[in-house]
C-alpha cells in the first residue's frame, strides 16, 4: 500500500500475514477495504506530533483495553493524538471520516474532522486545540434524563433512581411508565453535579439517555 506522506512518520511494518476475515471477525463487522490493505502493511505509524496510527494487533488490544465496543459501539479506535485523545472510524460506513474524542469520556459524543483518513494522514495529521470543542458547557448545560429501555434489573434500578435523584414518583408510577418507554426521569439538572452518577446507572442498568437543551444526546446506553 502506498501513502505519500508530506511529512517523515516513523513506520513500523506488520510482520505477519492478515487477511480480512480475521479483522472483520474481531471487530464483529465488515472492515473497510483500503482500512484492512492499511493493516496488512503497517503494524503502527507514528508521527512527529504524537499522532499515533495502530495497526490490526494494536487496534484489537486497545480496542479491548477501552472497552470501546460496550462505551462506543459504532466505533473502531484506530490510533491516538498522544494526550489522551482516540482516534475513530465509524463502522460499516462507506468512508472513512476521522472522528476523535477523549478516551475517558467514549459514552460522550463523538467529534468528526471531517476528512477521509488517508487524506488526512498524507497531509500532516493533527488534532488542533480549536478543533477539540470545550466539555464546560455540556457540564453547566441543563440536561434532561430519560429511560429509553428497560433496565437490566428492573426491581433494584427503580429502588436507586428514586433515591439518586430523590424523585418523587413512587415505585408504582416508575413500574408502569416503564412499559411507555422512552419516559422522561428528571430535568434540569447538570452534568457537573450528576454526570457521573448517572454513567455509574448505566453502567448497571444501561438503559440512561441524556439530551442536553439543544436535544443532543450527549449520554446513552450500550448497544447490546
Known amino acids: 500500500m502506498i501513502i505519500n506522506f508530506k511529512s517523515t512518520p516513523l513506520i513500523t511494518r506488520t510482520e505477519r500475514n492478515i487477511d480480512a476475515n480475521e479483522i472483520n471477525t474481531s471487530f464483529q463487522t465488515n472492515i473497510h477495504t483500503r482500512l484492512i490493505e492499511f493493516w496488512k502493511f503497517f503494524k503502527e505509524v507514528t508521527f512527529e506530533n504524537g499522532i499515533n496510527i495502530y495497526g490490526f ?34 463502522k460499516d460506513s462507506d468512508q472513512l471520516n476521522v472522528y476523535y474524542q477523549d478516551l475517558g469520556a467514549l459514552s460522550s459524543p463523538f467529534y468528526s474532522l471531517d476528512i477521509d483518513l488517508f487524506s488526512w494522514l498524507e497531509n500532516n495529521p493533527v488534532i488542533d486545540e480549536e478543533d477539540s470543542p470545550s466539555n464546560e458547557l455540556d457540564l453547566i448545560d441543563v440536561v434532561k434524563v430519560y429511560v429509553v429501555r428497560i433496565p437490566n434489573d428492573a426491581n433494584k434500578f427503580i429502588m436507586e433512581i428514586r433515591k439518586c435523584f430523590n424523585l418523587k414518583l413512587s415505585i ?28 455509574i446507572l448505566n453502567q448497571k442498568y444501561n438503559c440512561l439517555e441524556v439530551l442536553n437543551s439543544k436535544n443532543v444526546i450527549l449520554i446513552s446506553p450500550a448497544k447490546n
Open 57 to 90: 494487533d494494536i487496534a484489537e488490544e486497545r480496542n479491548g483495553l477501552y472497552e470501546v465496543s460496550a462505551y462506543a459501539s459504532d466505533y473502531i479506535l484506530i490510533g491516538d493524538d498522544g494526550g489522551g485523545q482516540g482516534v475513530f472510524l465509524k
Open 172 to 199: 408504582n408510577d416508575i413500574r408502569e411508565k416503564l412499559n411507555g418507554l422512552p419516559f422522561l426521569v428528571i430535568q434540569d439538572i447538570t452534568l457537573m453535579k450528576y454526570g457521573k452518577t448517572i454513567e
